[in-house]
């Protein structure tokens, strides 16, 4: 599930499937472009060295409103 800022399900009560071919970045020079990008941390902290590309085939999503 990836939640996308901007997208009409970023705010709380939505959610993204994403769906395609992920592959494994192991070149040096990509990944130092992606952790100079913004937002490029790990959310729940630490430090993680796996980076992963998805190449989307179908995106989907829907909210989920109460009351």
Known sequence: MLRTAGH??????GADLVTGTA???TDAHTIEDLVT???ARPWTGGRRDLWV????GEVTGRTIRTG
């Open 8 to 13: 009409r399900s970023a705010a709380p009560g």
């Open 23 to 25: 592959e494994h970045v």
């Open 37 to 39: 990008r913004p937002g």
């Open 53 to 56: 590309r998805l190449r989307p």
